[in-house]
């Protein structure tokens, strides 16, 4: 399994608190990824990083801020949590896109599962 | 609208049984299609599938892809109830410099002693 933890693994908040999910890799890997996953909507993407300090928004990046200032740790942000973002998150790594297919798989780690009331 | 689309959504079956799950691809400059399995974790690789018509296998699980008929197939033979979990199917782009997967919203499978 790659080496991939996220924290916390569970968390309940309020409505209109900061929250900050943590993803750690220990593979080395210069891309990463935050998605959530809810019913009837598969994964979607929120933001990415392609190194440290560059990041780039998803499909559904609003109220949602990251940051990378390791390699290692990609870090996302609910600066106002609101209910419609109880969800479950996932970071993934995967190698630079390149000219082989194989750089292609992403790799996740283990998921937070995230509670707004 | 989605690029990928899974079929069936859900699929309950008996230990024995072989299944076939379905996955249809719009990606521009398509390059390959990955399969996944979720159990209630994280969704862990299966396989990859970039030339049309050939088949990867792992056990009991195969899958082929048909790059005519923008679609693959995820085949599970003698199914278990460890199989049961959603399988997630996504697409990637050739032209992408992101390296982007494009899920499907996955099909569920459960398996039945």
């Known amino acids: 399994d790659a080496g991939i933890t996220q924290s916390p693994r569970h968390k309940v908040t309020e409505t209109g608190t900061p929250v900050t999910l943590r993803c750690h890799q220990t593979?080395?890997?210069?891309?990463m990824y935050w998605y959530r996953q809810d019913p009837g909507h598969g994964l979607r993407l929120i933001h990415y990083?392609?190194?440290?300090?560059?990041?780039d928004k998803g499909e559904v990046s609003d109220g949602y801020s990251v940051s990378r200032s390791k390699t290692e740790d990609f870090l996302l942000t609910l600066e106002s949590a609101t209910s419609s973002q109880t969800s479950v998150y996932f970071c993934?790594?995967?190698?630079?896109?390149?000219?082989?297919?194989?750089?292609?798989?992403?790799?996740f780690g283990p998921g937070t599962r995230l509670t707004v009331l | 609208e989605d690029k990928v689309v899974q079929s069936p959504l859900s699929l309950v079956v008996h230990e024995g049984d072989t299944v076939t799950l379905n996955c249809s691809y719009e990606?521009?400059?398509?390059?390959?299609l990955l399969w996944y399995k979720q159990e209630k974790k994280a969704p862990t690789f299966l396989f990859m599938l970039?030339?049309?018509?050939i088949e990867k296998k792992s056990g009991r699980l195969s899958s082929i892809l048909d790059k005519k008929e923008l679609s693959s197939i995820l085949n599970i033979t003698a199914t278990q109830t460890g199989d049961s979990a959603i399988y997630l199917c996504?697409?990637?782009?050739?032209?992408?410099?992101?390296?982007?997967?494009?899920f499907g919203r996955g099909t569920q499978l459960t398996v039945w002693p």
């Open positions: 990606v521009t400059n398509f390059r390959s």
């Open positions: 993934a790594i995967s190698e630079p896109p390149g000219l082989a297919a194989r750089t292609d798989t992403q790799y």
């Open positions: 593979e080395n890997h210069r891309y």
């Open positions: 996504a697409g990637t782009d050739r032209g992408s410099t992101l390296g982007r997967l494009y």
């Open positions: 990083s392609y190194g440290v300090k560059d990041t």
């Open positions: 970039t030339s049309s018509g």
